[in-house]
């Protein structure tokens, strides 16, 4: 049921062991089917917040739940719903798309399916690579794989980190297409970019970090005719 909530987080808080707050009680969902844009300057907290939503990071108060299912007491009821790209490429290098993509799968322990491997490939246009090994593809094709192994559980919501962070401009736009591709098959996406564009470009909402704070939830196009790209830049300084 597009529009229902998939991801619920409550009053999220994040104090480092250094004593830093990256976190300051954050409140925000998501919307099946959505693709919600979160925006922040370096530092800002944005990877700490997927981080903690996705159980990777313990937050200090507050909880998550995804699809209803707290994101502590039921781990592995909320990990499994969750796809995570991660903002470093791949160090793997002998495997072949195919294995790495379909032992990623084995990870959560869903039994083998070659048949919704071979969609996610597809999907990803790397059908025709699937043989190949991983230091064989260029960036853009190792930014795919990661984003097949983040599908290979059937996720419902993938989060992407900075997914375009230091790609050329071309890449950049084969991002924003792959990203939309798996929106219209359905899948939620939540992804964290510094580049207003970005959002721009892909967001229906958009979410602005600043300081650990969540200061501004909006639709996107409320949100530029309101503020306008001038004024966004500013939250972003
Ligand atoms: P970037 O755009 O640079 O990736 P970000 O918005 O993702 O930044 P985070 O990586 O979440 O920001 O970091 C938020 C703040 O928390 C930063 O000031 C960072 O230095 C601090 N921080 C992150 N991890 C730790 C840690 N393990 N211990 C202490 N402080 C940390």
Redesign the pocket.
Known sequence: EPGTPVIHVEKLSKI???G?Q?LKEVDLTIRRGEIFALL??????????I?AICGL?NASSGRVLVDGHDNVAQYRQARERIGLVP?ELTNEAFTTVWDTVSFSRGLFGKPKDPAHIENVLRALTLWDKRDNRLLELSGGMKRRVLIAKALSHQPQVLFL??PT?GVDVELRREMWEVVRGLRDQGVTIIL?T?YIEEAEEMADRIGV?RR?ELVLVEEKNALMQQLGRKELTLHLA
């Open positions: 480092y062991g250094d830093f990256a922040g300057p370096n530092g800002a907290g944005k990877t700490t917040l981080s990071v903002q980190d900075e962070a964290t510094h970090i650990g």
